[in-house]
């Protein structure tokens, strides 16, 4: 499957592959007990631009800062009138190996409004 860049992703765009790298990552969510859940928000990119990754639970601890991640069959949602990535449970994340790119972050297109 081909590697979507960064920069041609457009809200609710869906089954997309792209290989990131986390540039930041901050847990907002963190709920203990048998239902608990972890959620991250992390600002990932590649070297056509940035985006906002919504990480959940084992996901969190693959998307930490300075890694190189693979998405397969992610999704663009509309937040708040932001894009986001989001990978279901029908998709996959996972570690990247061999990756060397410097994530451009002064287009995030995170920061666009729609709605």
């Known amino acids: 499957m081909a590697v979507t860049p960064v920069d041609e992703l457009r809200p609710n765009a869906k089954d997309l592959t792209l290989v990131v790298k986390v540039v930041d990552a901050k847990v907002v969510v963190d709920r203990k007990g048998p239902k608990g859940s972890k959620i991250a928000e992390c600002i990932v990119g590649d070297s056509t631009g940035a985006i906002v990754l919504?990480?959940?639970?084992?996901?969190?601890?693959?998307?930490?800062?300075?890694a190189y991640i693979r998405l397969e069959g992610a999704k663009v949602d509309v937040f708040r009138g932001s894009m986001r990535l989001v990978v279901d449970k029908?998709?996959?994340?996972?570690?990247?190996?061999?990756?060397?790119?410097?994530?451009?972050?002064?287009n995030n297109l995170s920061l666009i409004e729609f709605e």
């Open 54 to 66: 919504q990480a959940r639970d084992e996901q969190v601890d693959i998307a930490q800062a300075g």
């Open 90 to 106: 029908t998709g996959k994340m996972e570690v990247a190996e061999g990756e060397d790119f410097r994530p451009a972050v002064g």
